[in-house]
């Protein structure tokens, strides 16, 4: 018991929790090098562009771990891959898998949306079409977008990923 509430008290925003998608400190070849600042300024600059970068995906992912908070990203990312289903079998399994997984009522990772928003989604999956997760995706959408993305970029997670982007360039142009 001890042991569990130990690592629920240990929040960390540090840079070593999501160095796996930055080269190492001392590798100074290009080749490794995975992102630039240009492209870290870039996730400053609009949501979407972090989100739709593989590096600025993961690093918001491990930021929202390091808070407890990752269930509205994880959800976003399984209707990503919900939309792109062609098989209503597939998307009858998935909408399924979703629905028990986020929006039920004291579902393990439950989304925070509203009575009616979680209601309607309900009824709209019991007959699954691609664009049945549309409106709650734009919902849970949003709410990153207001809330954790100002958060993620006041972080300590993301000045380090700047100041480790812009000493990689740096030693890459000397």
């Given at each position: 018991?001890?042991?569990?509430?130990?690592?629920?008290?240990?929040?960390?925003?540090?840079?070593?929790?999501?160095?796996?998608?930055?080269?190492?400190?001392?590798?100074?070849?290009?080749?490794?090098?995975?992102v630039s600042t240009d492209e870290v300024v870039r996730w400053s600059e609009s949501f979407d562009h972090l989100l739709s970068h593989k590096y600025g995906?993961?690093?918001?992912?491990?930021?929202?771990?390091?808070?407890?908070?990752?269930?509205?990203?994880?959800?976003?990312?399984?209707?990503?891959?919900?939309?792109?289903l062609k098989s209503s079998t597939k998307l009858v399994s998935k909408a399924n898998k979703i629905l028990h997984e986020f929006i039920d009522n004291q579902?393990?990772?439950?989304?925070?949306?509203?009575?009616?928003?979680?209601?309607?989604?309900?009824?709209?999956?019991?007959?699954?079409?691609?664009?049945?997760?549309?409106?709650?995706?734009?919902?849970?959408?949003?709410?990153?977008?207001?809330?954790?993305?100002?958060?993620?970029?006041?972080?300590?997670?993301?000045?380090?990923?700047?100041?480790?982007?812009?000493?990689?360039?740096?030693?890459?142009?000397?």
């Amino acid at each position: 018991m001890k042991t569990r509430l130990g690592c629920l008290s240990h929040k960390s925003d540090s840079y070593s929790d999501f160095s796996e998608f930055l080269p190492p400190a001392n590798e100074t070849t290009a080749r490794c090098l995975k992102v630039s600042t240009d492209e870290v300024v870039r996730w400053s600059e609009s949501f979407d562009h972090l989100l739709s970068h593989k590096y600025g995906l993961a690093a918001f992912r491990t930021f929202l771990k390091s808070e407890f908070s990752d269930e509205n990203i994880e959800f976003w990312m399984a209707c990503e891959e919900y939309k792109k289903l062609k098989s209503s079998t597939k998307l009858v399994s998935k909408a399924n898998k979703i629905l028990h997984e986020f929006i039920d009522n004291q579902a393990p990772r439950e989304i925070n949306i509203d009575y009616r928003t979680r209601e309607k989604t309900k009824q709209t999956l019991k007959v699954p079409s691609p664009t049945s997760l549309n409106e709650v995706q734009s919902k849970v959408y949003s709410l990153m977008e207001k809330d954790s993305y100002p958060r993620f970029l006041r972080s300590k997670m993301y000045q380090e990923i700047m100041n480790r982007a812009h000493a990689q360039g740096q030693r890459r142009s000397v």
